[in-house]
Nanobody, 118 residues
Framework: QVQLVESGGGLVQAGGSLRLSCAAS????????MAWFRQPPGKEREFVAA????????YYSDSVKGRFTISRDNAKNTVDLEMNSLKPEDTAVYYC???????????WGQGTQVTVSS
């Protein structure tokens, strides 16, 4: 079973940048389409971005399109999320997991907190 560990969150001012990383254990990581999700305070978890197993295709929610970039390195078993032009509404706990349109979810990691101050 693949285990997921997210890192890279923190406190940043509006307009700033952060790079999140998701490290996955297990040799089967490269076969999964992967995604980032986030859960804002008091709200449901929502989709942010996804990337195919090859890394060739990426998809974004409208709220982050043009500001966030998802990437992966199958040799290192990592999926990253580069976040630029951050807004206070990006404040959330960020999680990685499989793309729900492609595969059932793996066990959720602990997530990483991103806080954007105005």
């Amino acid at each position: 079973q693949v285990q997921l560990v997210e890192s890279g969150g923190g406190l940043v001012q509006a307009g700033g940048s952060l790079r999140l990383s998701c490290a996955a254990s297990g040799r089967t990581f490269s076969k999964y389409a992967m995604a980032w999700f986030r859960q804002p305070p008091g709200k449901e978890r929502e989709f942010v971005a996804a990337i195919t197993w090859s890394g060739y295709n990426t998809y974004y929610s409208d709220s982050v399109k043009g500001r966030f970039t998802i990437s992966r390195d199958n040799a290192k078993n990592t999926v990253d999320l580069e976040m630029n032009s951050l807004k206070p509404e990006d404040t959330a706990v960020y999680y990685c997991n499989t793309d729900p349109s492609q595969d059932p979810p793996l066990d959720w990691g602990q997530g990483t907190q991103v806080t954007v101050s105005s």
